[in-house]
């Protein structure tokens, strides 16, 4: 099974996408190793969308379901997780993606729309901060100097060096180079983008009487492509974007690593540590599903049994680096699940 990402395709191969998943099929192959269909041949449709991050999980889900049901069918896109929640908000998908919690804004939202959500976390990812191969300077930046760097005082700056009187100020030793600085990242309709500045810029934003925002000043795309080709094509760029995307992208960007205190020790983004938290991008990942619709949709109902099912998280994660929740919190997210049914 090959797991793909509208974020990472063109239009020609997103299409291929979607008449992969509205298509019908005479044959109904046995199921992928390690997964367990639910009883019975399962037709309808459903729809889901928010964390381009998140979306080659449900993706990869809904491939593997449509072995055993070939009449099933579903819209599954990545918009981003903010994007995401206010067309779930709105009763227009069945399920939102997400690389972060929902807001208390857009929980506001579903109530007024008389939506009631489950939510159920499935996975773990990191966020990898990442330059040009050719950035022989630098190899890893803690929260100040990314802070520094990209958070809300930064305006303006065009060298990394431009950062260093303010990441000295935060206790930071880190030489930045007289180099120019190209920034490439997620907008602020991403949760990448979300997760970025409330794990390494809001409390030192907020220590300063700072908003927590990144600068406005840089090349942010919704496109994980356009962010890799950002990185890859300045010798001293600097962005960041998911562990996932970053890992297939290894052969033109770096990975940083990255301490949480000024001077701190260095944790490279890995499956390890990202699961076990050393690493201090990391996060959790999660999908929410409208409860009134799983009751009413046998279909989307299904789809969640089995996404929730022994094995198959663990199959489709064998083509993606994410990382598994550990026993006890998929145990916990299906008991999550099994209290809505």
Known sequence: MTITSSKRVGALALAAIFVVGACTSSASPTPAEGTQAPAGE???????????????????V????????????????????????????AGETDVSDASRKIKDEEKAACEDAG??????????????????????????????????????????????????????????STVLPAADLSITGPGEESGTYDTFVELALAKIAESRGKEAVTRPDYQASPNDNVIIEGIAGSP?????????????SKDSIKELAVAKEANGTCVAPSAETISDGSYPLSRALYIYVNKAKAMENPALAAWVDFYLAPGTIEQVL????YVNLPAGELDATRAAWEAVK
């Open 42 to 60: 399962v037709s309808g449709s459903i729809t889901v969308s928010g964390s381009s991050t998140v979306e080659p999980i449900s993706t990869g």
């Open 236 to 248: 001293t760029s600097l962005g960041w974007v998911g562990f996932a995307f970053a890992e297939e």
């Open 62 to 89: 809904a491939e593997l379901f449509k072995e055993t049901n070939p009449e099933f069918k579903w819209d599954i896109t990545g918009p981003g997780t903010g994007d995401g929640f206010k067309r779930f908000c």
């Open 318 to 321: 064998k083509d993606v680096p």
């Open 115 to 172: 939506i009631d959500w489950v939510e159920l976390k499935i996975a773990y990812d990191g966020i990898t901060v990442l330059t040009n191969p050719a950035n022989d300077a630098i190899s890893c930046l803690s929260f100040p100097d990314l802070y520094a760097l990209i958070g809300p005082e930064s305006t303006g700056f065009t060298k990394w060096s431009d950062a260093a009187a303010i990441a000295t100020e935060l206790g930071s």
